[in-house]
């Protein structure tokens, strides 16, 4: 879901370069930047530009959007995805995903996963052989449905993330969170709302995804 994959490359040591692998917590707007790929099948080509904006959230290949995304204007056309965004002094900084066109062709916006997310899923392929996702336990409603018991129940919007259910010995459950139940008759008690993780706000299933994909597993 985050457009990024590990493959063992089967050749000498003495033939492999590594590069210098940055930080993209401290990136700032309008810091140069350089993209490396392979546009249209012509090999080792090289952009540059600035960093344009940060945070920008762009849908991932598996339907999911994958937030805190590097915005450039180096051009990056079909071909550079999985290439190397560097900052001024070559150390890696983002890898290059997805443009914005609608002419498909590079117009200046494009995005870069950033290489701190990269460190972090990379590392965990490697070592588990896939992504370890922490989890709370908990399943929640669609927004849409919460949207609607908001309607049936004549209430305002209700901000935040509903709790459907809670499994049982999950970090939710030795929490004390508390799943949406319905009695005998059909009433309907809403279990608890998840407004915030951490000081983000959660108006939103997606965010609570987010906010949870970002912790460490334990």
């Keep these: 879901e ?12 003495s033939k492999l370069r590594p ?9 700032l707007v309008g810091q140069s930047v350089v993209a490396i790929g392979n546009p249209f099948g012509l090999d080792n080509t090289l952009t540059t530009g600035v960093v344009s904006a940060l945070g920008r959230e762009v849908m991932g290949v598996g339907g999911r959007p994958i ?34 066109s609608p002419s498909g062709a590079s117009v200046g916006i494009g995005f870069a996963i ?19 996702r922490p989890s709370l336990g908990v399943q929640v409603a669609d927004d849409q449905i919460l949207r609607s018991i908001s309607e049936d129940l004549g209430m305002r919007q209700l901000e935040g993330v509903l709790v ?20 005998r008759s ?6 608890d709302i998840i407004v915030s993780v951490q000081g983000l706000p959660t108006r939103q299933v997606e965010d609570l995804l987010s906010a949870v994909e970002d912790r460490h597993v334990g």
């Excluded at 459907?164 to 009695?183: C, F, I, K």
């Excluded at 059909?186 to 279990?191: D, F, K, P, T, Y």
């Design 2 to 13: 985050k457009d990024l994959a590990v493959l063992k490359v089967d050749a000498p040591q």
């Design 19 to 27: 590069v210098e692998v940055g930080s993209s917590a401290d990136l």
């Design 67 to 100: 937030t805190g995304m590097v915005q450039t204007d180096a051009a990056i056309n079909p071909g550079n995805s999985g290439g190397p965004l560097l900052d001024s002094s070559g150390r890696l900084i983002g890898v290059n995903t997805a443009i914005f």
């Design 114 to 132: 950033p290489v701190d997310i990269v460190r972090r899923i990379v590392n965990q392929i490697i070592r588990y052989g896939h992504v370890q």
């Design 164 to 183: 459907m259910r809670v499994a049982e010995a999950s970090p939710a459950a030795q929490a004390g969170m508390r799943g949406t139940t319905r009695d």
């Design 186 to 191: 059909g009433n309907l008690s809403l279990g």
